[in-house]
């Protein structure tokens, strides 16, 4: 059984997507109708642009989807999976790859989404961290003991649990997490407190969006961030991406609950390999490669 997987913030880079773009008529045209919904030209960013413009988050989050899904696209009738997951905004370019989402009203939702998370990050100062080397339970107990805003944000692996919340509440997590005996607590360089109640504002914009979206019946299921299970109904799916902006990425139980479910194989679809080096750290031996384009 083979699960594709779909990276999230952070995985861009200058250059990408261009392979695909001069490979294949069919990404060219989906990345000009790209330029065309969102009004600005994206491509000449992603291929051409600075390092700066590029990690805008109204620029990030639609570049990284728009790399994964038209991979996707392009790899046609080779696409084949039999289970699909997407880390934080990876999970919209899951839902447009296996057919719940067409790829104009993924796109539409991912800007919207991006939009509505700078706005949050603006309206209140704030930022997440990086615990390594601690158990969950511990870090969430530190988090329970601040009385400021900090919650998990990222399950990302064994050993490894991103935090989020005020400025003030994960300079004193990281303290308490180091006490603790974490091995680091590194201040990521986000704009703002992401998987955290602070994106509420975010939520309830985005949630009047995906509730008039037409989703369809996608050719697998998808595990979901929220709940770490396979899903195919389409107002749970629905429900879960909703509540997906204030709510952890469960991504070590997603990871395991693929594997426990049969899950032989998994192909990493967009820009980088970090779920793959996730993986990794889960079991080892897991076979993990990266989509590409035949030549």
Not at 138 to 163: F, H, M, R, T
């Amino acid at each position: 059984m083979k699960a594709y997987v779909f990276p999230g913030q952070g995985a861009q880079f200058i250059g990408m997507g261009k392979d695909l773009y001069e490979a294949s008529p069919v990404a060219q045209e989906l990345f000009k109708k790209a330029n065309e919904i969102l009004g600005f030209d994206i491509t000449e960013i992603m291929f051409n642009g600075t390092d700066e413009q590029l990690k805008e988050t109204k620029v990030t989050q639609p570049a990284i989807f728009l790399h994964s899904v038209i991979l996707a696209k392009v790899l046609g009738d080779d696409f084949k999976p039999n289970m699909v997951a997407g880390h934080s905004l990876g999970e919209f370019s899951a839902l447009v790859a296996s057919g719940v989402l067409s790829f104009e009203d993924g796109l539409k939702l991912v800007y919207q989404r991006a939009l509505a998370m700078q706005a949050a990050c603006e309206a209140e100062p704030s930022t997440m961290a990086a615990i390594l080397g601690l158990e969950d339970e511990k870090v969430e107990e530190i988090c329970a003991s601040i009385d400021e805003v900090v919650v998990a944000a990222n399950y990302n692996c064994p050993g490894q649990l991103v935090i989020s919340g005020s400025n003030k509440g994960i300079e004193i997590a990281c303290e308490k997490a180091t006490e603790a005996g974490a091995k680091r607590a590194i201040p990521l360089p986000v704009g703002g407190a992401f998987h955290s109640p602070l994106m509420e504002p975010a939520r309830e914009k985005l949630e009047k969006a995906i509730k008039d979206t037409p989703f369809s019946k996608g050719v697998c299921p998808i595990y979901q961030n929220v709940t770490a299970s396979a899903v195919s109904d389409i107002d749970e799916i629905k429900q879960n991406l909703i509540a997906q902006l204030t709510a952890p990425v469960r991504w070590t139980q997603t990871m395991q609950q693929m594997i426990a479910d049969g899950c032989e194989e998994v192909i990493e679809v967009g820009p980088g390999k970090v779920l793959q080096g996730l993986f990794k750290k889960v079991d080892r031996k897991f076979p993990t490669s990266s989509a590409e384009i035949g030549e």
